[in-house]
């Protein structure tokens, strides 16, 4: 089945213990983001990759850091995560983006920092 | 940098009643994209825009893609109780960040039987 998987679903920790939420997809997805949705936010993007080893910054990526050495997989980490990074997680693929390129999300990552 | 700004934020219609989402970019945009997210679950993809004034139906559902490539609606047709979720747009930059995508704050359609 075709399909985003992420894991931890969910996670509760404390401030400054480094974390790892990893993504994967199954679909040989070039294009692949990160999202945390807030109330009232909506999804912002955190960061996105491009392609194998091509990653770039999103709308907010402070304390967050992404790695992309395989194209199924795509692992968000926090380095020292702290209380305001309690969100909603998402990690999302696409085919690319110079074709129609529909975004399919993974189940999401309900995290708490406390 | 990239805005966009959707409204309202929550809508409240009886079963049977029409409902129309707005977005708008601060900048225009490459394409945008609609996706729909149920209660507990994720956003699934549901349509994308990508010329100037494109309009686009789906049974009930209808987009618009405006003539200068910063505004988009979603018009639901005589709501059912299966359209309940939050519908966001998503707008592409159409500058050098391509790869990045600015969601709007999303619009909350509850459905009253």
């Known amino acids: 089945e075709a399909q985003v998987t992420q894991n931890p679903r969910y996670l509760i920790t404390v401030t400054g213990k480094k974390l790892t939420v990893t993504c994967s997809q199954n679909m040989n997805h070039e294009y692949m983001s990160w999202y945390r949705q807030d109330p009232g936010l909506g999804l912002r993007q955190i960061y996105y990759?491009?392609?194998?080893?091509?990653?770039d910054k999103g709308d907010v990526p402070e304390g967050y850091k992404v790695s992309r050495k395989e194209k199924r997989n795509f692992p968000l980490i926090l380095e020292s995560p702290s209380p305001n990074q309690t969100s909603l997680y998402f990690c999302?693929?696409?085919?690319?983006?110079?074709?129609?390129?529909?975004?399919?999300f993974g189940p999401g990552t309900r995290l708490t920092v406390l | 940098g990239q805005q966009v700004m959707q409204i309202p934020q929550y809508q409240h219609v009886q079963e049977g009643e029409d409902f129309t989402t707005y977005c708008n970019s601060s900048?225009?945009?490459?394409?945008i994209q609609w996706y729909k997210q149920r209660p507990g679950g994720h956003p699934v993809f549901l349509i994308q825009l990508v010329k100037s004034g494109e309009v686009k139906k789906q049974k009930r559902l209808t987009f618009q893609f405006g003539e200068a490539k910063k505004n988009s609606s979603l018009h639901i047709t005589a709501t059912q109780t299966t359209d309940v979720g939050t519908y966001f747009c998503a707008g592409r930059d159409g500058g050098t960040s391509y790869g990045k995508l600015t969601f709007g704050q999303g619009t909350i359609l509850t459905v009253h039987p």
């Open positions: 900048t225009t945009l490459s394409n």
């Open positions: 999302a693929s696409s085919p690319g983006l110079f074709s129609y390129n529909e975004q399919f």
């Open positions: 990759s491009m392609n194998v080893e091509v990653t």
